[in-house]
């Protein structure tokens, strides 16, 4: 009988595995956002840059490590290069500047799961993410981004070794608000809160459930450099569901619905060069992770002007 659970789960796993494919089933590597994450930058053109490294073990509903027998657990390793482009334009649209972007990442994914055969790793680009309207206004110390991103199945996915997908199969619709406080005193608060509402991966039935995300920052900056505490905060508010059923729950796996959540924190470094460029960089420890893989995160983040 216990053979027989593991096999199940092996296939439920399978089955919904795309959906965890990316740090724990995020198209968005979370906490890349904080230092001015509310205040859009003057019109003109920038490039940035995200490299970043995440380990983490699966873990079940009550926060604890699956255990597959034996000690055997389940890992995934990411290293991510996302390289993103923003243009902000002159145009004003209710009273706030306009701008635009797009996001590419390429992926490295790694995984080691005993109850899916084992190890593989698979190199790619990941889903494209496409923002046609961003919006963004200026009030005093007070700054508010609001925009839309769409993200795009381009990720590399494979149906019968999900294991190895890079991509999540479905789009996704995010509304996103950032909002920062930059008083001239140094002192800054910042986050970017978001909602992400998935559709369903055509090719298994399978629908992953909706999050509220939020990268947040409290820090300050004197002269060149600043210093925070920094970090982010994800809720999954609905049930993933197969063919159209919340899925079942798996004792010491995962519970009902398999409903994700992590609070993440650390420390964040920022650096600004003579020339405008700005350099970050951050470790955040996930805590509190529920139906997910989680571990530990670094971050290396440039912001290039052109």
Do not use: C
């Not at 970043?52 to 991510?80: C, I």
């Not at 008083?183 to 998935?198: D, F, I, R």
């Amino acid at each position: 009988m216990k053979h027989a659970s593991w096999l199940m789960a092996g296939a439920l796993l399978a089955a919904g595995f795309a959906a965890q494919a990316k740090e724990g089933g995020d198209q968005y590597p979370n906490g890349v956002e904080n230092w001015s994450a509310g205040a859009l930058p003057p019109p003109g053109d920038y490039f940035l840059n995200y490299v970043g490294y995440w380990s983490g073990e699966l873990r079940n509903g009550t926060g604890g490590k699956v255990d597959f027998g034996g000690g055997s657990r389940a890992t995934l390793n990411a290293t991510y290069d996302a390289m993103r482009w923003v243009h902000v334009t002159r145009r004003k649209i209710l009273g706030a500047d306009y701008a635009f972007h797009v996001i590419v990442p390429v992926v490295n994914l790694s995984i080691d799961h005993p109850g899916l055969s084992g190890r593989d790793s698979r190199l790619g680009v990941g889903d494209i993410t496409v923002d046609p309207l961003v919006l963004g206004w200026h009030r005093g110390d007070w700054h508010t981004t609001v925009g839309i991103d769409v993200m795009l199945p381009t990720g590399h996915y494979d149906q019968d070794d999900p294991r190895v997908s890079i991509g999540a199969n479905y789009v996704s619709f995010e509304p996103v608000l950032a909002v920062s406080w930059l008083p001239a005193s140094g002192w800054e608060a910042s986050a970017k809160v978001m909602y992400n509402l998935k559709t369903e991966n055509d090719d298994t039935r399978y629908r992953s459930g909706d999050e509220l995300h939020v990268d947040w920052l409290l820090g300050r900056t004197a002269g060149r450099w600043g210093l925070g505490l920094a970090g982010y905060y994800l809720k999954q508010t609905s049930s993933d569901e197969i063919d159209g059923a919340r899925v079942a729950a798996l004792p010491g796996v995962w519970s009902a619905g398999r409903r994700g959540e992590v609070f993440a924190y650390g420390p964040s470094v920022k650096y600004a060069t003579a020339g405008g460029v700005v350099l970050i960089g951050q470790w955040a420890r996930e805590s509190g992770v529920r139906n997910r893989f989680g571990g530990d995160k670094f971050l290396f983040k440039a912001i290039v002007p052109f």
